[in-house]
């Protein structure tokens, strides 16, 4: 169990997080759009959406693999795997966080005085 801010994030948590990721995702490739950079920005947006999802439930298997670890000389073995899992997962999530943020900025030099408009 991860505690940040006050909340409790688990391996369900985790789990839930990254079935809805993935409906989004799912929602951002229906969009029908006709612009050429708009349909890049939904491919991109909606690839990192996918992938966001699929690291977030192999992070929520390594929470449940530390949650249900005994404590035994096996599983320390265990719960190293799934901490080792978890920081590879947190890299992952940095990574495509940064890609994220990439489309942002390009979606912004593409359509300025959309984004900028109150």
Do not use: W
């Given at each position: 169990?991860?505690?940040?801010k006050?909340?409790?994030?688990?391996?369900?948590?985790?789990?839930?997080?990254?079935t809805?990721l993935?409906?989004?995702?799912?929602?951002?490739?229906s969009?029908?759009l006709?612009?050429?950079?708009?349909?890049?920005?939904?491919?991109?947006?909606?690839q990192?959406?996918?992938?966001?999802?699929?690291?977030?439930?192999?992070?929520?298997?390594a929470?449940?693999?530390g949650?249900?670890t005994?404590?035994?000389?096996?599983?320390?073995?265990e719960?190293?795997?799934?901490?080792?899992?978890?920081?590879?997962?947190?890299?992952?999530?940095?990574?495509?966080?940064?890609?994220?943020?990439?489309?942002?900025?390009?979606m912004a030099?593409?359509?300025?005085?959309?984004?900028?408009q109150?």
């Amino acid at each position: 169990m991860i505690s940040i801010k006050g909340k409790t994030y688990n391996a369900a948590t985790t789990k839930q997080l990254a079935t809805e990721l993935n409906t989004i995702a799912d929602n951002i490739d229906s969009l029908r759009l006709s612009s050429g950079r708009l349909k890049q920005a939904q491919a991109g947006f909606a690839q990192v959406f996918h992938d966001l999802s699929k690291v977030l439930a192999e992070m929520g298997q390594a929470f449940e693999a530390g949650e249900k670890t005994q404590i035994t000389p096996e599983g320390r073995t265990e719960l190293l795997k799934a901490i080792d899992q978890a920081n590879q997962s947190g890299q992952s999530v940095t990574e495509l966080t940064q890609r994220a943020n990439q489309l942002v900025d390009e979606m912004a030099k593409a359509c300025p005085s959309k984004l900028t408009q109150d």
